[in-house]
């Protein structure tokens, strides 16, 4: 019933900037609070960056002051905005929010399938 897609990863050099978004599709009558996680080669799977519906966000350490989560509400959208990036940064990343569908009152937790980051010269 709910999609989240991904979309925005690819190839940049050290220092350089990507733009992710999340965009969820279906009988979505609310989105509540969107994450956006990562996953490198060997590790845990690790929260970057949460957005409540509201706006309040939260960051890991690692990408305080470079990464920069937004939402727009009316599209269905997340986005993470990453600058200065590095190689530390690869991984593929995931959206992860919570839905509420017209006819159940009760939220959902989706994931999406992922898109990947990847830091290099």
């Known amino acids: 019933q709910v999609q989240l897609r991904e979309s925005g990863g690819g190839l940049v050099q050290p220092g350089g900037s990507l733009r992710l978004s999340c965009t969820a599709s279906g009988s979505i009558f609310r989105l509540y609070a969107i994450g956006w996680y990562r996953q490198a080669p060997g590790n845990q799977r690790e929260l970057v960056a949460a957005?409540?519906?509201?706006?309040?966000?939260n960051y890991t350490d690692s990408v305080k002051g470079r990464f920069t989560i937004s939402r727009d509400n009316a599209k269905n959208t997340a986005y993470l905005q990453m600058n200065n990036l590095k190689p530390e940064d690869t991984a593929v990343y995931y959206c992860?929010?919570?839905?509420?569908?017209?006819?159940?009152?009760?939220?959902?937790?989706?994931w999406g399938q992922g898109t990947q980051v990847a830091v290099s010269s």
């Open positions: 957005i409540t519906r509201g706006g309040d966000t």
């Open positions: 992860n929010a919570g839905v509420r569908v017209y006819g159940d009152p009760v939220a959902g937790n989706y």
